[in-house]
């Protein structure tokens, strides 16, 4: 009964420290890409009156 306890106080501990978790960090070895696919749309209506419209045009020689 001596020899008996002790060794079931080891065995319980090595049993007991061979199930401790472990958490572990580790780095990429490749850079993080992000696609992104984003269509832009946009549309410019210019409404100019008559007399402006004199003065803007391929003629005047401002564009």
């Known amino acids: 009964m001596r020899l008996h306890r002790p060794l ?3 065995v319980l501990t090595v049993l007991t420290s061979a199930c401790t ?3 572990e960090l580790a780095v990429p070895n490749e850079p993080i890409n992000i696609n992104l696919n ?7 209506y210019i409404k100019v009156d008559k007399q402006l419209d004199s003065i ?3 003629d005047s020689g401002l564009f």
């Open 8 to 10: 079931t106080i080891l």
């Open 21 to 23: 978790p472990r958490v």
């Open 38 to 44: 984003v269509k832009i749309e946009h549309e410019i």
């Open 56 to 58: 803007i045009n391929e």
